[in-house]
């Protein structure tokens, strides 16, 4: 194994130790020296692979970026309709959260109490992105489908993402007992009734 293949793992066990003790331990504190405890290295080597806890978390954040929204953007080759199209975004971010307990503390904010306003702006900026991709779905509807959304776009945009956000939140909140996908199925059918109207 190279040098740069065993900094590479040594890296994703770091990060993967964070994950860990975000789950383990809902509202506790994550210290470097924990991390370090939990890796079996020194602070100091942990500092080679990373030279902040913040730049461990930005480092989760830029993985849970790109798991989502790489296969957001295949959602979007693969089905054509506005209602499948939502209803697989917002199933995949659901999942997502209740595979990654660890990571939703980051998502609902509670773990970055304290850190740089820098890590908040990235899950501030993850939502946003979110509620863009909505948009552009419910805009397009009325394009390919001749489909608009019952309510404005922009507030049916807002209520999907906050329903998503509120479901992460209350997954952390409850120390990981209510499942962000629970009665997930009913609550779109309900939702997917009433969120667009043709326009014929």
Same mark, same amino acid.
């Given at each position: 194994?190279?040098?740069?293949?065993?900094?590479?793992? $040594?890296? @994703?066990?770091? /990060?993967?130790? %964070?994950?860990?003790?975000? !789950?383990? *331990? =809902? +509202?506790?504190?994550?210290?470097? #020296?924990?991390?370090?405890?939990?890796?079996?290295?020194?602070?100091?080597?942990?500092?080679?692979?990373?030279?902040?806890?913040?730049?461990?978390?930005?480092?989760?954040?830029?993985?849970?970026?790109?798991?989502?929204?790489?296969?957001?953007?295949?959602?979007?080759?693969?089905?054509?309709?506005?209602?499948? $199209?939502? @209803?697989?975004? /917002?199933?995949? %971010?659901?999942?997502?959260? !209740?595979? *990654? =307990? +660890?990571?939703?503390?980051?998502? #609902?904010?509670?773990?970055?109490?304290?850190?740089?306003?820098?890590?908040?702006?990235?899950?501030?900026?993850?939502?946003?992105?979110?509620?863009?991709?909505?948009?552009?779905?419910?805009?397009?509807?009325?394009?390919?489908?001749?489909?608009?959304?019952?309510?404005?776009?922009?507030?049916?945009?807002?209520?999907?993402?906050?329903?998503?956000?509120?479901?992460?939140?209350?997954?952390?909140?409850?120390?990981?007992?209510?499942?962000?996908?629970?009665?997930?199925?009913?609550?779109?059918?309900?939702?997917?009734?009433?969120?667009?109207?043709?326009?014929?």
């Amino acid at each position: 194994m190279s040098e740069t293949e065993v900094k590479i793992s $040594r890296r @994703e066990q770091i /990060l993967q130790a %964070v994950v860990h003790m975000l !789950e383990a *331990n =809902p +509202g506790g504190k994550i210290t470097t #020296a924990n991390i370090a405890k939990t890796v079996g290295v020194s602070e100091a080597a942990l500092y080679r692979h990373f030279p902040s806890k913040a730049k461990m978390f930005e480092g989760l954040i830029e993985f849970i970026e790109d798991a989502i929204f790489s296969r957001t953007h295949r959602i979007l080759q693969d089905f054509p309709e506005a209602d499948v $199209r939502c @209803e697989k975004t /917002l199933t995949l %971010v659901l999942t997502f959260a !209740e595979k *990654n =307990p +660890g990571m939703c503390r980051l998502l #609902a904010g509670d773990a970055l109490a304290g850190e740089t306003d820098r890590l908040r702006h990235r899950i501030h900026q993850f939502f946003e992105r979110l509620e863009t991709q909505l948009k552009q779905i419910l805009r397009e509807a009325e394009l390919r489908e001749q489909k608009v959304t019952s309510i404005s776009l922009t507030a049916t945009a807002n209520m999907l993402n906050a329903l998503v956000e509120g479901r992460i939140r209350q997954y952390v909140r409850t120390e990981f007992s209510v499942s962000p996908t629970q009665h997930w199925p009913e609550q779109w059918k309900l939702i997917n009734q009433q969120m667009l109207r043709s326009t014929g």
